[in-house]
């Protein structure tokens, strides 16, 4: 096998996670499946934000949001504040796919502490009204539908988080499961 990194520092890429990763590596583990494999799984392993989309999500999360929703069509992730809504429309460096779960984990890196998002473990747990009650206004933090469908199904919800919900995700499940919760059948929202 070659020595580690040996063409020099520009053959090697950066993952998500701050570890080096060496293509030469890669190649000679993966050499059947040829340099254009090889070149697709660097780009999709070191996504990173464009540099605009990053400082604007910076100034947003800096502020306060009540909620975020993201429209996956038109690229754009809208966050409700206490001055009302604020649009940042996203320039993907690579696959939209990819990228916007990279801005959802830039979201739930800053609402919840965790560097990878909505962690996948605890989305079933949530759903099953099992949420934290001062976790719920975080939840709606992250752009995450499944996110939302937790709050609404927590039992400390309350009529201004389902006012927050309702404008993250207003389908029809979101409502019936809030409208269950006498709270906010007697608030604003019922």
């Known amino acids: 096998m070659r020595p580690y990194n040996y063409r020099g520092f520009h053959r090697r890429a950066w993952t998500t996670t701050g570890a080096p990763f060496d293509?030469?590596?890669w190649r000679y583990k993966n050499r059947r499946y040829g340099a254009f494999a090889a070149r697709c799984y660097v780009r999709c392993v070191a996504i990173e934000l464009a540099?605009?989309?990053?400082l604007r999500l910076a100034v947003l999360m800096v502020g306060?949001?009540?909620a975020v929703r993201i429209?996956?069509?038109a690229l754009t992730l809208y966050a409700l504040?206490?001055?009302g809504e604020a649009r940042v429309p996203l320039n993907p460096t690579c696959r939209p796919e990819a990228y916007l779960?990279?801005?959802r984990e830039t979201l739930g890196g800053h609402a919840l502490g965790s560097p990878g998002g909505y962690p996948v473990h605890l989305r079933h747990w949530t759903r099953m009204g099992q949420a934290s009650p001062k976790n719920l206004e975080a939840l709606l933090k992250l752009g995450?539908?499944?996110a939302v469908a937790a709050v609404a199904h927590a039992p400390g919800l309350t009529d201004?988080?389902?006012r927050r919900g309702w404008w993250a995700l207003p389908t029809v499940e979101v409502a019936r499961v809030m409208l269950a919760h006498p709270a906010v059948r007697a608030g604003t929202m019922g």
């Open 81 to 83: 504040t206490p001055k």
């Open 64 to 66: 306060e949001v009540h």
């Open 71 to 73: 429209d996956e069509g």
């Open 101 to 103: 779960t990279r801005v």
């Open 160 to 162: 201004e988080l389902a």
């Open 23 to 25: 293509i030469d590596q």
């Open 51 to 54: 540099t605009e989309d990053g």
């Open 144 to 146: 995450e539908p499944e």
